[in-house]
């Protein structure tokens, strides 16, 4: 799927002036196509279920509860990985969650695991307290964690990441978005927002003071000075509908410059939403 592309289902729900699909019509509709989406990624597959990585945030959140509504709680396995002492209040929102759908859930502390792979890396002569290295390696740890269950019970990894974060690569490289069904790969973090307000999820879920696991860096938006649904917008506009820099900022109130950095934020990443390029792609 390139930048610009969004499954047609999605892109015939109907959208507010922002451009998203946050209306009760459109979330409605939405509640329908996601877990016939997660259903017949499981039918063709032959699998048995799904594998929910559940951190605490509204995401996964609404991802297990999509899940569950796709194939039942019995076919769900949820997957709580704190690897930081501050993940630890992000985790038993995690488990409250799972017990709230009925769902099984397997807790997975990484902490050993992070310690006993710098101690090997800094003997190779690596540096061991690289955070961002050692961030990305506990992202990767998940992903190799959700797919060895996935493996050894014949189930499907579910993606929780956003459009919002795709475009801005906001994610780990073969990390978070290395998952069999990208369930919000179309989807603004605002969108599933207002979903997760439809489906009466928990108020300590909604009320989004809580980051996802791992991450206490600002949210994309906070770097870019702008609301979240002003970022959606912009996004949506810019890259979806493909209109000029000066338009978008009219459209969304915001100062052109910040449309540029934007922009150029998505093409900066590009990399992370595309297979690595081979000999046969170079010019």
Not at 89 to 117: G, K, N
Not at 144 to 169: D, I, Q
Not at 226 to 248: K, W
Request: charged content about 25%.
């Amino acid at each position: 799927m390139s930048d610009a592309t969004t499954h047609p289902r999605i892109l015939e729900l109907p959208r507010e002036e922002t451009g998203l699909a946050t209306s009760k019509p459109a979330v409605r509709r939405v509640q329908q196509l996601l877990p016939a989406f997660l259903e017949d990624g499981v039918a063709e597959a032959g699998a048995d279920g799904l594998v929910v990585r559940l951190d605490g945030s509204v995401e996964t959140a609404v991802a297990a509860a999509l899940a569950v509504d796709a194939v039942g709680a019995d076919r769900v396995t949820g997957l709580v990985m704190p690897a930081q002492l501050n993940d630890e209040a992000p985790a038993r929102d995690a488990e409250a969650v799972a017990s709230i759908l009925d769902v099984d859930y397997r807790r997975l502390a990484l902490q050993p695991l992070l310690t006993a792979f710098q101690r090997v890396v800094g003997t190779a002569g690596s540096p061991a307290d690289d955070l961002v290295a050692v961030g990305n390696a506990g992202e990767r740890f998940r992903m190799a964690c959700a797919y060895y269950v996935a493996n050894t019970t014949n189930r499907l990894v579910v993606g929780t990441v956003t459009r919002t974060e795709r475009l801005l690569g906001s994610v780990t490289k073969y990390g978070e978005n290395g998952v069999d069904l990208s369930l919000f790969g179309d989807l603004y973090r605002t969108e599933i927002r207002a979903l997760a307000r439809d489906m009466d999820l928990p108020e300590v879920i909604l009320d989004g003071t809580r980051r996802r696991t791992g991450n206490a860096e600002p949210t994309d938006a906070e770097k870019l000075g702008v609301g979240q649904t002003t970022l959606d917008s912009l996004l949506h506009f810019s890259i979806d509908e493909q209109e000029p820099d000066v338009a978008v900022a009219e459209r969304v109130d915001v100062d052109e410059a910040v449309v540029r950095r934007a922009r150029r934020w998505c093409a900066r990443t590009r990399h992370k939403r595309h297979q690595p390029p081979k000999p046969s792609m170079a010019h």
